[in-house]
């Protein structure tokens, strides 16, 4: 069974870091893209970045860019997402997700970490 | 960046009705487009990859279609857990957008 648990979450201050994890089971990992998805309070979805299965190839949201770093450590079934300068706007719950294939939609998806931004 | 708009924002329905969401992107995405569930306190779920492949375990009354611009999602007769919010999303290049989703609540 696939499993897919994000770690990291919590409260943080206008400007500062955080870095979130997720532990997967069930699939092997290195055979698959991921992808970070976050959800802020009453707007919708929002794609923030993607790896691809070897982890050359990295992709970030326009207000990602710069921010934002993704990664992951296939020996330890394990994505990274390293978010600095982060701002009230990043207030959102953090859903990894496995892709379906290759760089594709997501079949797969965390229960997502909660980063709140606030002073 | 391509923009995907779904309309309308929000359905009120009662179970039993028929319901068609749609969704348009600001340029062709061809057919690599996903449709997903998303219901509060839950993890979205997949429901349509590349416009109409149905993902695992998704049942026969969701059905989807279009191409190029023009798309739709369609469940032909709502079941109580279907109200939710649905999102559109397109694979054709980065960044790989989501609509801002419809909810469809009880009527």
């Known amino acids: 069974e696939v499993h897919l648990l994000e770690s990291g979450g919590g409260w943080v201050q206008p400007g500062g870091s955080l870095r979130l994890a997720c532990v997967v089971s069930?699939?092997?990992?290195?055979?698959?893209?991921m992808s970070w998805v976050r959800h802020a309070p009453g707007k919708g979805l929002e794609w923030v970045s993607a790896i691809s299965e070897s982890g050359d190839g990295t992709f970030y949201g326009d207000s990602m860019k710069g921010r934002f770093t993704i990664s992951r450590d296939n020996s330890k079934n394990t994505l990274y997402l390293q978010m600095n300068s982060l701002g009230v706007e990043d207030t959102a719950v953090y859903y990894c997700a496995k892709h379906l294939m290759k760089m594709s939609f997501f079949d797969y998806w965390g229960q997502g970490a909660l980063v709140t931004v606030s002073s | 960046e391509i923009v995907l708009t779904q309309s309308p924002a929000t359905l009120s329905l009662s179970p039993g009705e028929r319901v068609t969401l749609s969704c348009r992107a600001s340029?062709?995405?061809?057919?690599?487009l996903g449709w997903y569930q998303h219901k509060p306190g839950q993890a979205p779920r997949l429901l349509f990859y590349d416009t109409s492949n149905r993902a695992t375990g998704i049942p026969a009354r969701f059905s989807a279609s279009g191409s190029g611009t023009d798309f739709t999602l369609t469940i032909s007769s709502l079941e109580p857990e279907d109200f939710a919010v649905y999102y559109c999303q397109h694979r054709r290049n980065w960044p790989h957008t989501f609509g801002q989703g419809t909810k469809v609540e009880i009527k």
């Open positions: 069930g699939f092997t990992f290195d055979d698959y893209g």
């Open positions: 340029q062709s995405v061809s057919t690599l």
